[in-house]
């Protein structure tokens, strides 16, 4: 019995160990990718006139979609900085998801809206509109309020489709903070490829902290708290790192729902936005890529490292264990949703590459680790462990696990070195050592708890409450 | 001997077991490109700064020779440049800086003072650093040196630049069309001739817009590349040649609007109509059916643009009852040549839809 269980554990020793490395191999190819994709971009944009870009008769006009929920407290002034967008040509969307609050009325107030007989078809079938709203005011005569029944974002983003006018849509969270150049930059890969462009995504910064002023970024801050800080970190990971890499191959799988600009044919052939999944954003990328492949037409997704949105992300654990539970979610649904391209050779990279990693370091990852966690406790329990070699072993991991994010942190600062103050290096070093003890078993569980959600059958976003965002000006009227 | 008696390296090496050794000797090798990252982040830091503080005090430099080389009339200009030259253009970054800024400079400047700076561009030497830029094989450094050229307007034979109007990158390409461009006494766009490579969107709007800002001849006769190779070629010209309202090349954009491309075809329509060429719609409503629903929509809006209610019926019948964009924008057409009509046709839309008619 004893020598069988040795077995065991030697074999399921090994398992974890073999797993382990090839995800450290997975960082290592991504992280050498990724720095060769930033320095091209880097050199690439050397010479961009933007005057040249805004007197353009040439540039397609864009449709800005922002579906709104219960953000009564800023919607004003978000609408407003859309309202600023450096571009020749956009019209803004704001849909209104059916909010409890009173956001309709107070966009009805400021920009003098009202209802308007618009025609328009549900290529994508959603839930009722209520009303369309013009503005009277001809400086608002871009802005389109669609106000509709409540049915979550992917619906809210469907109606929005649906109404729009133009053939490039830009699909943004309404409390993100753009910079000013943001869809210049944005639809450039659309302009510049010799493939059809079916989408580009940018890379989102975490706008906590940072000094707002009418919608507008003014001095970028470290937040101030641990978990937001942390998330500084991931996101400098999860976007100049894990993103760039596969943009370099072009095989990017996920255009963070914050902040995505598409082919608007091709998001309805595709099916629009998927209202029974909480993971939309990643599952209309794979849904549409799936199609451009499975027609045969040659395509590109293309990215954009410049930091050019800032969003809010969640400053308590209970929010953010709510986030990362709904990203499990998503992921593993989508996963479902197109298994059909796992190993499946006809997708070529994508099947062979894409899916396989996302289902095996994304989704997985939380899973093994947790499994690797309570294997350890039975052993303990069984008085297997050998103290000596756990420590040297978890010390491997913990400086691995440093390791990677300072490298993160190297290429931030290689790049576009947002965070200029001295001393926000060494507080995100600091933030580095103390992430894979305190932060990232956070993280884990809740991406278990995402799976155990899911298999029971739990379909909702939860309440993804919000701190706000720093506005001196606001906070003096106050 | 003190250290030996407390700590037997060695002898605590050799009895350790072989993943323990292996695992200290990961944490080491982790650590170790932990702190090289580290202090590569602190390099970075303390050198983009240095950098940046150097750029500064050059800028500042620059400004103050630049303003008295310009506009100041005592300045002795060839001692203060040879001044300048052994002082403040010995590295390479004091070299960028004042490329960078010259080129700033110049942005802002016409007339004499533009061609006063061309000139001091050249007696700091710095042409030759750029031509040393133009061959040093790597893109960027061909890219950038061949847009200080255009910019500064610095002729080189035609050889040098002619060679990347067809490089496999994209930036080296279109640097090199506007320098053709920018520095065209006469026939601009010459460099059309030599181009095998398709001109991206993004190409042509900065060709436009250096043909519209920066060339000073005549603009060119854009029908000459109308027979191009190139289907990206001909879509150019034909949209120049309505953006430069060439009426007399309308007869040469007809046989377009039958073009098998779409996009050849979307482009021709779409520019004669922006020429007013109201004979374009008995030529293109009658086939409306059997183009593409592209095509379509662009013989709507020509129809918006050119026609009037009678002829915008012509098209009603040939529009399928279940090709919605169509109809939406067929209708919004409509409502907007009969005005007074609005509602009903709006209703009337709503009680289809509602019945699946």
Redesign the interface.
């Known amino acids: 019995m004893g020598s069988i269980l040795n077995h065991f554990t030697e074999i399921a020793s090994w398992l974890f160990l073999i797993y382990g490395s090839i995800i450290c191999s997975g960082y290592l190819f991504t992280a050498i990718y990724s720095l060769i994709e930033i320095r091209d971009y880097k050199?690439?944009n050397?010479?961009e006139?933007d005057i040249?870009?805004l007197?353009?008769?040439?540039?397609p006009a864009i449709s800005i979609l922002a579906p709104a929920f219960n953000e009564g407290l800023n919607i004003v002034e978000n609408v407003r900085s859309l309202l600023t967008i450096n571009y020749p040509s956009f019209e803004i969307v704001i849909i209104n998801d059916g909010s409890s609050d009173n956001s309709l009325e107070l966009l009805i107030k400021e920009y003098d809206l009202e209802p308007k007989?618009i025609?328009?078809?549900n290529?994508i079938e959603t839930k009722e509109i209520k009303n369309i709203y013009k503005s009277t005011n001809k400086a608002f005569k871009n802005l389109t309020v669609v106000d509709k029944k409540n049915g979550g974002k992917a619906d809210a983003l469907n109606t929005g489709i649906n109404i729009c006018q133009h053939n490039v849509i830009c699909c943004i969270d309404v409390d993100c903070i753009l910079e000013n150049d943001a869809m210049l930059k944005l639809i450039?890969p659309?302009?510049?490829?010799?493939n059809k462009v079916i989408a580009s995504g940018g890379v989102i910064r975490v706008a906590n902290s940072c000094v707002i002023e009418d919608g507008r970024l003014i001095e970028v801050k470290l937040p101030d708290t641990f978990v937001a800080r942390v998330q500084v970190l991931e996101y400098f990971r999860a976007f100049l790192m894990g993103r760039m890499a596969w943009s370099r191959v072009d095989r990017l799988l996920l255009i963070s729902g914050a902040f995505g600009m598409f082919d608007k044919q091709i998001v309805i052939e595709a099916g629009g936005y998927n209202t029974n999944t909480v993971g939309e954003d990643m599952e209309l990328l794979v849904r549409m890529r799936r199609m451009m492949q499975e027609r045969g037409v040659p395509y590109t997704v293309g990215f954009v490292p410049d930091p050019l949105c800032w969003t809010e992300v969640p400053q308590t654990w209970e929010v953010l264990q709510r986030q990362r539970n709904r990203w499990t979610r998503g992921t593993a649904e989508t996963l479902w949703i197109h298994r059909k391209m796992m190993f499946n050779p006809k997708y070529k990279i994508l099947g062979m590459l894409s899916t396989p990693f996302w289902f095996f370091f994304e989704w997985l990852a939380p899973l093994i680790e947790f499994t690797g966690i309570l294997f350890f406790i039975v052993l303990l329990f069984m008085n297997q462990i050998?103290l000596?070699?756990f420590l040297?072993?978890f010390?491997?991991v913990?400086?691995?696990a440093?390791?990677f994010s300072?490298?993160a942190?190297?290429f931030e600062?290689?790049s576009f070195?947002q965070y200029k103050k001295?001393s926000y290096?060494f507080k995100l070093?600091g933030t580095a050592l103390l992430e894979p003890i305190i932060y990232h078993p956070v993280v884990m569980w809740s991406a278990v708890m995402g799976n155990f959600d899911l298999l029971r059958g739990k379909n909702s976003w939860g309440v993804m409450s919000r701190a706000g965002l720093s506005n001196p000006v606001k906070e003096k009227k106050k | 001997m003190f250290y030996m008696y407390f700590f037997d390296f060695d002898s605590f090496w050799s009895e350790l077991l072989w993943i323990m050794k292996f695992n200290i000797l990961l944490s080491l090798f982790f650590t170790i490109f932990a702190i090289g990252f580290f202090i590569a982040i602190i390099w970075i830091r303390i050198y983009k700064n240095l950098r940046n503080e150097k750029k500064k005090e050059q800028h500042e430099l620059l400004i103050e020779f630049l303003n008295s080389f310009l506009f100041d009339e005592d300045f002795e200009k060839e001692k203060e440049i040879r001044k300048f030259k052994e002082e403040h253009l010995r590295s390479s970054l004091e070299i960028k800086v004042t490329i960078k800024e010259i080129l700033h400079f110049h942005e802002n400047l016409k007339g004499e003072s533009a061609r006063e700076l061309e000139a001091l561009f050249s007696k700091l030497g710095l042409v030759e650093y750029i031509l040393l830029d133009l061959k040093r094989g790597s893109w960027y450094t061909t890219a950038r040196a061949i847009n200080a050229l255009s910019e500064l307007c610095i002729v080189v034979p035609d050889h040098q630049i002619e060679i990347y109007l067809n490089d496999p990158r994209n930036e080296v390409r279109q640097q090199s069309q506007l320098y053709s461009l920018k520095l065209a006494n006469e026939n601009p766009l010459q460099f059309l001739n030599k181009t095998v490579r398709p001109l991206t969107t993004w190409q042509q709007i900065y060709i436009e817009n250096a043909l519209k800002n920066f060339y000073k001849g005549p603009p060119p006769d854009f029908s000459q590349w109308l027979d191009h190779e190139l289907l990206s070629v001909v879509e150019f010209s034909i949209r120049m040649i309505a953006r430069y309202n060439q009426f007399e090349h309308i007869q040469k954009l007809l046989p377009f609007i039958k073009h098998q491309s779409d996009i050849i075809r979307w482009e021709a329509i779409n520019s004669l109509s922006s020429l007013e060429y109201t004979e374009l719609l008995e030529l293109i409503i009658p086939d409306f059916k059997k183009n593409s629903r592209l095509i379509k929509l662009e013989i709507l809006e020509a129809v918006n643009k050119l026609g009037s209610h009678e002829e915008l019926k012509r098209i009603g019948d040939q529009i399928n009852t279940t090709d919605w964009e169509l109809r939406i924008k067929y209708l919004n057409i409509e409502q907007g040549f009969l005005p007074d009509k609005k509602e009903r046709i709006y209703s009337q839309f709503m009680l289809e839809k509602q019945f699946g008619i």
């Not at chain 1, 007197?55 to 540039?59: E, F, T, V």
């Not at chain 1, 659309?190 to 010799?194: E, I, V, Y």
């Open positions: 050199r690439r050397n010479f006139d040249a870009l007197q353009s008769l040439n540039l007989n025609l328009y078809h290529f450039k659309f302009l510049n490829n010799g050998s000596p070699v040297t072993f010390f491997a913990y400086t691995f440093f390791l300072v490298t942190l190297f600062e290689y070195q001295p290096i070093i």
